[in-house]
């Protein structure tokens, strides 16, 4: 059984970091194809894809915050963790972390976390 | 702004049809890249309801399908149920962009 899990503040000042973990459980980032990825919806907006790490350590990032994203494995500890800077209260949102099973599934999303919303106030 | 366009919104009775588009370009969706679709309910996580344009993970009822023609794709759902009312996302992958993924602006559809 496939589970996600987030982790992280759920208050940040502005101009701060934000550090996310997502715990996984039923599978292994270094399965062939593997991938997980983090997607944050603001409130009464649509989704908005952030990163995406792959089993090979390929790293993919939404263009317009590239500068501001970070995002790494730790396959010890089925973690993966995305960090954000100089956070900003438009950055206000639920994050999620999901797993896409690469090919398998078309590269689709198909099992996501219970989302973390972090909130951006001073 | 979404790279692929979705309606806002869109309504029906319970028992009918709808569908729902989600209209890319020739970097995307008409570059051949798989269509997935997602319902996302409030304080829930996003289900994925259809990959690779037209399949259904296991459990996903058959009254959702998908398609997929051109820079297009459709999300269909027939017999329409009180609990489908949700708020529905295409997402594919831009090949223009060194990070792929892109989602429709989502589509929030009303059971009347």
């Known amino acids: 059984q496939i589970t996600l899990k987030e982790s992280g503040p759920t208050l940040v000042k502005p101009s701060q970091t934000l550090t996310l973990t997502c715990t996984i459980s039923g599978f292994s980032l270094t399965t062939n194809g593997v991938g997980v990825g983090w997607i944050r919806q603001p409130p009464g907006k649509a989704l908005e894809w952030l990163a995406l790490?792959?089993?090979?350590?390929?790293?993919r990032y939404r263009p317009s915050l590239q500068t501001r994203l970070a995002i790494a494995k730790d396959t010890s500890k089925n973690q993966v963790v995305l960090t954000m800077t100089n956070m900003d209260p438009v950055d206000t949102a639920a994050y999620y972390c999901a797993h896409t099973g690469g090919s398998q599934s078309f590269f689709s999303f198909d099992y996501w976390g219970q989302g973390t919303l972090v909130t951006v106030s001073s | 702004q979404s790279v692929l366009t979705q309606p806002p919104t869109v309504s029906g009775a319970p028992g009918q049809r709808v569908t729902i588009s989600c209209t890319g370009s020739?970097?995307?969706?008409?570059?051949?890249?798989?269509v997935h679709w997602y319902q996302k309910l409030p304080g829930t996580a996003p289900k994925l309801l259809i990959y690779g344009d037209s399949n259904r993970p296991s459990g996903v009822p058959d009254r959702f399908s998908g398609s997929k023609s051109g820079t297009s794709a459709s999300l269909a759902i027939t017999g329409l149920q009180a609990e489908d009312e949700a708020d529905y996302y295409c997402q594919s992958c831009d090949g223009t962009l060194s990070g792929c993924v892109v989602f429709g602006g989502g589509t929030k559809l009303t059971v009347l």
């Open positions: 020739s970097s995307d969706i008409g570059a051949g890249y798989p």
């Open positions: 790490i792959y089993w090979d350590d390929d790293k």
